[in-house]
């Protein structure tokens, strides 16, 4: 009984080693398909965009709807990055949407269209929509997704086809409408067109920059929740690097599979910092008379067609990009990434409780978006990764055989340190080359958060020692408690003192006060996220809950202001 005891059990950890050595090296393929990407396109400076030099007539004229709640680092350089663009004025429609008057940014949006005249330029107002405002308007005309309200208008009066929704955060290199119209529409350098894709979009990286100032209410940051009290907004030291965190994250691991499966193209893997599709796919996907895969019944009465479709769900980019991904437009391919193009997001002043609490959020609404790749995102990090690694090659019987490794724990221990170190440098490498930036275009007008380090006036290169290692030690140690927060330990979100619960189809519902058995177990701020997430306009949903007649006093006082 001992000895079949014995026999049953090796085979079970025979077993279990097979899957981990599967496992362990499908996860190293994957990084090397995702590092191979990043060096051959982020390494060197990209080629002119085509689609500007055509003929005026064939050139796609480009909507960009820029999003934008509260002030941001770098908020004037962000925007203004839109009116840089290498691309012919009379082409380009730009809307910058806020929720009201009233917000912090509404200032700088307004000065920004004033000092750009000779551009097709706006500031619409979510409280002055038509739509949810006005005597023919209704503010329950639209669900409580705040970005989707921010937005409805621009894109219900877009000029042309081509729609990019660019985020207020981010900063674009002056190349980047083009390269992204090229890769929309196929056009290829030697003058022939190969076959175009419904959806294309950017790399995003995060860029920790150093500020005196920090965090009130007033200008609440989009990158991270408001701060409960003044001693975390000005928090210094080791608890003050969560931008750091962010920083390592989307350079290394995010920035990793991002690539490689963009590059693969087995699923959709986006992130809404920059997406460019065609208006008429997504009224034509979201319309169930002419999308079979959708149903009346799997949609909100009235129905919603283009991104109003959206506004009763939280996740609404990754929605956004399931939708157009999975519906039949014959001749298109699905989903681009503009290889080496980047939507550079600068941040500031983010602690590591926010840094937590960002990762919290967008790993809770993504665990009903993508389930499975949720469940198994620990076991791509390194620490966990290299531990199946290790294991696998400390039990295996072949392994000894032909390579000698004896089945012992400091064999494991060894080989675990060992992989964990070779990933450590692959993932130093990478950084540094990413953050070089040599793919960005640069003139007088880049600021110096886009400039990279290897060009003057740029960012300096991290200290190996006192900077880039704790940051990354950092960054992979709270991984795994932050999934085991995120994800076994609540669903309850809250919108601006409102709380919510996600539905499986990714829609929300309202959760009483008195209900919220979440509210000490997870619960989490629904303020701002750069993947995935709606709360960082949160203006607008906290708006939804006034009374029409309210709103619309609202709206006509303020109409006077509004800028066309």
């Not at 193009?341 to 959020?361: H, K, L, N, T």
């Not at 620990?378 to 390579?403: N, Q, R, W």
């Not at 750069?530 to 949160?538: F, S």
Request: contains cysteine; neutral net charge.
């Amino acid at each position: 009984m001992t000895v079949i005891g014995h026999v049953q059990m090796s085979d079970i950890l025979q077993g279990a080693a097979l899957v981990s050595l599967i496992w362990s090296s499908t996860v190293f393929l994957v990084q090397s398909i995702g590092l191979y990407k990043l060096f051959r396109h982020q390494s060197r400076p990209l080629p002119p965009p085509v689609s500007p030099r055509l003929p005026r007539d064939q050139i796609p004229h480009i909507t960009i709807i820029r999003p934008t709640k509260g002030k941001e680092p770098g908020l004037k350089e962000c925007l203004e990055s839109t009116f840089r663009q290498d691309y012919p004025i009379d082409k380009l429609t730009i809307r910058f949407c806020v929720a009201s008057v009233s917000d912090p940014a509404y200032e700088t949006l307004s000065r920004l269209v004033k000092e750009f005249p000779q551009f097709n330029a706006a500031v619409l107002v979510e409280e002055e929509d038509p739509l949810l405002h006005g005597l023919d308007g209704n503010v329950r005309n639209l669900g409580p997704n705040p970005k989707i309200r921010n937005i409805s208008r621009a894109y219900r009066e877009a000029d042309g086809d081509v729609i990019w929704i660019l985020d207020c955060n981010v900063w674009v290199g002056k190349g980047a409408a083009g390269r992204m119209v090229d890769k929309l529409f196929g056009f290829q350098p030697n003058g022939e067109t190969v076959a175009p894709y419904k959806f294309v979009h950017q790399l995003p990286l995060v860029v920790d920059i150093e500020s005196s100032t920090t965090t009130s209410d007033e200008t609440e940051n989009l990158l991270s929740p408001a701060p409960d009290s003044a001693a975390e907004a000005t928090e210094t030291g080791l608890m003050g690097r969560g931008g750091r965190l962010e920083q390592m994250f989307m350079a290394t691991s995010h920035a990793k599979f991002y690539s490689a499966i963009n590059t693969v193209g087995i699923a959709p893997c986006i992130v809404g910092k920059s997406n460019m599709f065609r208006k008429s796919h997504l009224d034509r996907f979201t319309d169930p008379s002419q999308n079979p895969i959708l149903t009346r019944s799997s949609s909100e009465s009235p129905q919603r067609i283009g991104i109003d479709h959206f506004s009763s769900y939280i996740c609404e980019d990754h929605l956004i990009g399931d939708l157009i991904w999975r519906s039949s437009a014959p001749g298109y391919r699905n989903h681009g990434l503009v290889f080496g193009d980047v939507a550079i997001q600068p941040m500031s002043g983010m602690s590591v409780f926010s840094y937590w609490a960002r990762r919290v959020r967008w790993l809770r609404v993504r665990k009903w978006t993508v389930l499975l790749a949720t469940l198994v995102e620990p076991g791509v990090e390194s620490l966990l990764c290299a531990l199946h690694f290790s294991f696998a090659m400390a039990t295996l019987p072949f392994v000894e055989k032909y390579i000698g490794i004896p089945p012992t724990y400091k064999s494991m221990a060894l080989l675990w340190l060992m992989a964990v170190t070779i990933w450590m440098s692959l993932d130093r490498w990478v950084t540094c080359m990413l953050y070089e930036l040599r793919s960005v275009e640069v003139d007088e007008h880049t600021p110096s958060f886009a400039r990279g380090t290897a060009r003057r006036g740029g960012a300096q290169q991290p200290s190996f020692w006192t900077e880039w290692l704790p940051a990354w030690l950092g960054r992979e140690f709270l991984a795994l408690p932050i999934w085991t927060w995120a994800v076994l330990c609540g669903t309850t979100v809250s919108w601006r003192g409102k709380s919510f619960r996600v539905r499986m189809d990714m829609s929300v519902v309202e959760v009483p006060s008195s209900d919220d058995d979440d509210d000490t177990k997870g619960r989490v701020q629904i303020n701002g996220n750069g993947i995935a997430c709606v709360g960082k306009y949160a203006g607008g949903a906290a708006s939804s809950s006034s009374e029409p007649g309210e709103r619309n006093n609202i709206s006509r006082s303020r109409s006077k202001d509004r800028i066309d």
